[in-house]
């Protein structure tokens, strides 16, 4: 049996008229399928686990963007039951970006329904105040989160989406914030040691290479290595910090003094200052400490 979990208001309502689409040509072939709708955030989550609850095995097949993704992970209870399938109808679609997936509804449906090829990925997880939180793309901490609070509660990126320019959403709100933006020190622990970094515009923790509507952050991270990638932003004038920003779409901001690239399973960050932070998009809370690992299971996951 097929399990679809789907956000109707993915892209601003987009979401339902695809799905609408989609369960023509499943109807069609007849198969065995359970729908659920999202209605409010937290919806996925609650529906992931209620169907990871039993003991078998179970397809689930998400339709919408890096938030509902999210959701889902952090639903399901054990990843060994689960095979993940994947349907980008968001805004960012940083996962897809990164995994490489079809942009087209129909071509991911058919490979979901006949796999050829999977994956096993890691997933992610944030810890902060006794609380954790699993992340499938990134999670970071300070201005990249400032700006997801931002995003998700303005008008700008209902109004991008309605243009079919969504990810555009994430860079205008970035160039609004930068100009306030007040850097701060961090400190950052793992096994290798400790080090520490001044006037800190931002730290995230990334298990895909793209954030933030196609802003590839981390050029060489796998989502099957068994490694994060961390990038720290820091030290620079935010007139420089204004310029590199158009080049981290193509990966190029690498190359530039200020930004540090490292990889680590498990890493403690400790802020002068508290900060918001973020996982795939979503705001999660505001804290001065936090810490990213992995979960020890990988997830199944339909390539093609």
């Not at 892209?11 to 359970?34: F, N, P």
């Amino acid at each position: 049996m097929y399990a679809f979990i789907v956000n109707p208001h993915a892209r601003t309502g987009l979401g339902l008229k695809v799905w609408r689409q989609l369960e023509a040509v499943i109807e069609k072939q007849s198969l065995t399928y359970q729908v659920f709708l999202t209605r409010y955030p937290g919806h996925a989550t609650e529906f992931a686990r209620a169907l990871t609850a039993g003991p078998e095995k179970i397809l689930l097949i998400i339709l919408g963007g890096d938030g509902t993704i999210n959701e889902v992970v952090n639903g399901i209870q054990d990843f060994s039951k689960v095979t993940l399938g994947y349907i980008p109808i968001g805004s960012s679609n940083d996962f897809a970006r990164s995994m490489k997936l079809s942009r087209k509804p129909e071509v991911m449906l058919k490979q979901i329904l006949s796999p050829s090829k999977y994956a096993y990925i890691n997933i992610g997880r944030l810890t902060y105040q006794g609380k954790s939180r699993r992340f499938a793309v990134s999670s970071g901490i300070g201005f990249d989160a400032d700006v997801c609070f931002h995003n998700s509660s303005s008008g700008i990126k209902r109004l991008l989406n309605r243009l079919r320019l969504g990810k555009l959403s994430y860079t205008a709100v970035a160039l609004y914030l930068l100009i306030t933006l007040q850097p701060c020190s961090m400190t950052f622990k793992d096994i290798r040691g400790q080090r520490r970094f001044k006037k800190v515009f931002f730290a995230t923790a990334m298990n895909q290479r793209y954030e933030g509507g196609g802003f590839k952050f981390c050029p060489d991270a796998d989502p099957e290595d068994n490694l994060l990638d961390i990038i720290v932003i820091s030290d620079m004038p935010k007139l420089k910090a204004l310029l590199l920003l158009p080049t981290a779409y193509a990966g190029l901001h690498v190359h530039f003094k200020g930004v540090h690239i490292f990889t680590c399973s498990d890493i403690h960050i400790t802020s002068s200052e508290r900060l918001p932070v973020h996982t795939d998009g979503e705001p999660a809370a505001s804290a001065s400490e936090i810490s990213f690992s992995l979960e020890t299971e990988k997830l199944r996951f339909i390539l093609s």
